[in-house]
């Protein structure tokens, strides 16, 4: 992958430009992300954020036929105020909740009337295997099962869409 990533062009063009400024990881996944939050923060001249991230996809080797609603998700998710964080979810499985409960409670700013809005409080305990138990404040006594990356989709959509 950093062989391929190397070899475009346009990763190129990224490399040399962040040099000045920055050290670059050697793991190819954190240079795909330096180069895509790069690119979303609009630090490329003439790059887009869409197109890094066709060229991440190529070289990755997606199939052509999956990059379309890859690139789509993707423009969904950076349009968002808040994104869904899928991994940091995973994260908080793996290393926190299986030692303790997580307790969540989303707090969304407002500009007009400003001020804060706090959502109703969900808390996870394991269950695990990569699976966390939900309980909602509304419903205490009653848990579901779920995966982090589903609960983050529906927490995020529920509370910062």
């Known amino acids: 992958v950093a062989a391929r990533l190397r070899a475009d062009?346009?990763?190129?063009?990224?490399?040399?430009?962040?040099?000045?400024t920055l050290r670059l990881p050697s793991r190819?996944?954190?240079?795909?992300?330096?180069?895509?939050?790069?690119?979303?923060?609009?630090l490329l001249?003439?790059?887009?954020?869409?197109e890094a991230a066709s060229a991440v996809l190529?070289?990755?080797?997606?199939?052509?036929a999956e990059r379309a609603a890859l690139l789509e998700e993707l423009a969904r998710e950076s349009g968002r105020e808040t994104p869904v964080r899928r991994r940091l979810f995973r994260v908080l499985e793996g290393r926190v909740a299986r030692r303790r409960p997580v307790v969540f409670l989303p707090v969304v700013h407002r500009a007009s009337p400003p001020g804060i809005a706090l959502g109703e409080a969900c808390s996870w305990e394991t269950a695990g295997r990569g699976r966390?138990?939900?309980?909602?404040?509304q419903a205490p006594q009653t848990a579901a099962a779920a995966a982090p990356e589903d609960f983050a989709e529906a927490f995020v959509q529920e509370n910062f869409s």
Do not use: H, I, K, N
């Open 9 to 20: 062009a346009s990763y190129e063009r990224f490399a040399r430009a962040a040099e000045a």
């Open 132 to 137: 966390v138990l939900v309980r909602r404040a």
């Open 45 to 50: 001249s003439g790059e887009t954020l869409a």
């Open 28 to 42: 190819p996944w954190r240079l795909v992300e330096v180069w895509l939050m790069a690119a979303a923060a609009d």
């Open 58 to 64: 190529g070289a990755l080797e997606v199939p052509v």
